[in-house]
Structure formats: C-alpha cells, structure tokens
C-alpha cells in the first residue's frame, strides 16, 4: 500500500531557531514528491521534487529528496513566527493520485 | 482568475440528506480532485477527473458521487449524508502533463448531525 509518513507530528521552537521536517514514503510508482504548507484554510504549494539530491530553495525554506533511502526533507532557517503552520508532504504514484501525509504542525514562539 | 473556488463555505446537514459541493476552475485546468481533511487524517483523495467525462475513484469514494461534464466545474454529490462525512472538503486542479503543482480551493466545511 502507498504510503507517506511525516515526523515529527509537531514541532515548538523559538524564533530564529532552524528546523528540519521529514518525509518518508513508500509508493509503487513514485512519480514526484510535493510539499505544502496549510495555514488556517487550504494548502498552498511550496516545492515540487523528482530527482535525488538536487535541492530547491525559495527563500530561507529548502528542500531534498533521496530517491535511494525514499525520504525528503524540509528545512526552514530563521524561522519566524509566520512560519507557524501544518506543512503537508505527498507523493503521486501516477496520474492525479495524491497521497498526502498526516502533516507536522510547526509552532514559532517568538 | 479567481482560480478554484467552493461553495458553499460551511454547511450543516441532517443524516440522510443529500447535497452538491460546488467547485470551479477559471484556469482551463485539464484534472481537478476532491479531497476530505480530518484530524489526524491528512487529506484524502475522494475522486479526481483527468478531464471532461472522464472520472474515477480516490482512496475514500464510497458515499460520494461526481460528474465532469465541463473543463471548469467538479461538482461533488453527497447521496444520504451520515455523519462520518463531518470533514473539511478540499477541490483542487492542475494542469495536465508534468506540472504536478495542485492548486487548492478554500475548502468547505460540512458539519453532519
């Protein structure tokens, strides 16, 4: 069965601090590898990932795959308390079929 | 654009009734999905539509029903409400070919008593 697991559920940290949100999966036809971040109404796109060990980065948010050990990474540095949200990791295994997992909530104390 | 949008926003069913979610998209986006978000649930995929007339099950359809019959909209038909359908709904759509990035709707909050 497809699956996609995140650690950890959720994450309290001071602002400034640096974070790190997993992702593993496990998907039969593994095609990309996407993470979202959900605020208080619908998920908006952060990153897309297909190919191992080539990061994208937007801002102080980054991200990695690793095709081989099927995990993904989500680092945000400098956090800041906007960052305060659930970020969402899915696979699609083919065609429009998503599989999401059940989301890290990261809380920013200021 | 107004890109995908849902009506209504929040809606309180009695068991047993029926009802449409609405979503629209102005984007001519080729596949559009119904997802449902739970606590602790993540979101799950209902049904999707990889274009006009053409559509199929998710991970969680039973209960549910849709209609492609345009590019723009995916209704999405509750047939006898039961309160385990108590979620958030999410519609989302993309672009077809290899732009996976999925553009979410605002959601619908259905409470059923």
């Known amino acids: 069965e497809d699956k996609v697991v995140q650690s950890p559920l959720s994450l309290v940290v001071h602002e400034g601090d640096t974070v790190t949100l997993n992702c593993s999966y496990e998907v039969t036809n593994f095609r990309s590898l996407l993470w979202y971040k959900q605020e208080k109404k619908a998920p908006t796109f952060l990153f897309m990932l297909t190919s191992s060990g080539i990061e994208k980065k937007s801002g102080r948010l980054s991200s990695i795959l690793d095709k081989k050990e099927l995990f993904s990474i989500l680092n945000i540095t400098d956090t800041q308390t906007g960052d305060s949200a659930v970020y969402l990791c899915?696979?699609?295994?083919?065609?429009?079929?998503?599989?999401f997992g059940t989301g890290t909530r990261l809380t920013i104390i200021p | 654009n107004a890109g995908v949008t849902q009506t209504p926003k929040f809606q309180v069913l009695k068991t047993g009734q029926s009802m449409t979610l609405q979503c629209a998209q102005d984007m001519n986006h080729e596949y559009m999905s119904w997802y449902r978000q739970d606590p602790g649930m993540g979101l799950r995929l209902i049904h999707y539509s990889v274009g006009a007339g053409i559509t199929d099950q998710g991970e969680v359809p039973n209960g549910y029903n849709v209609s492609r019959s345009t590019t723009e909209d995916f209704p999405l038909r509750l047939l006898s409400a039961a309160p385990s359908q108590t979620s958030v709904y999410f519609c989302a759509s993309r672009p077809g070919g290899l732009g996976e990035t999925q553009y979410f709707g605002p959601g619908t909050r259905l409470l059923v008593l």
């Open positions: 899915a696979s699609n295994f083919g065609n429009e079929k998503l599989t």
